[in-house]
């Protein structure tokens, strides 16, 4: 079984930057699609970034140009860096974790972003 914990979230002011951090355990990191979802109340979950086991990465338009997705193989970890926040950025953060058709998810991260 595939567990994940997201951190790094919290409080930041529109224009300020905040990195998010997934550790897995189980299963073959290397292996995974990875990436990040971001949920605000009363809407789906929305696809923010993903990165393939190839390097490959993939991000909504909203945030490109300002995030970035990153992975540490040796230490089971991917990141969410995010720059230049906007309040419209404000949601709960999941990480996930893919195996062809098998999807695994972090518990959430709240990130706002508010003066």
């Known amino acids: 079984q595939v567990q994940l914990v997201e951190s790094g979230g919290g409080l930041v002011q529109p224009g300020g930057s905040l990195t998010l951090s997934c550790r897995t355990s189980?299963?073959?990191?290397?292996?995974?699609?990875m990436g990040w979802y971001r949920q605000t109340p009363g809407k789906q979950r929305d696809l923010v970034a993903t990165?393939?086991?190839?390097?490959?990465?993939n991000y909504a338009d909203s945030v490109k140009g300002r995030f970035n997705i990153s992975r540490d193989n040796a230490e089971n970890t991917v990141y969410l860096q995010m720059n230049s926040l906007k309040p419209e950025d404000t949601g709960v953060y999941y990480c996930?974790?893919?195996?062809?058709?098998?999807?695994?998810w972090g518990q959430g991260t709240q990130v706002t972003v508010s003066s």
């Open positions: 996930y974790a893919q195996l062809v058709y098998v999807k695994y």
């Open positions: 189980g299963g073959t990191f290397s292996r995974y699609a």
């Open positions: 990165m393939w086991s190839s390097g490959i990465t």
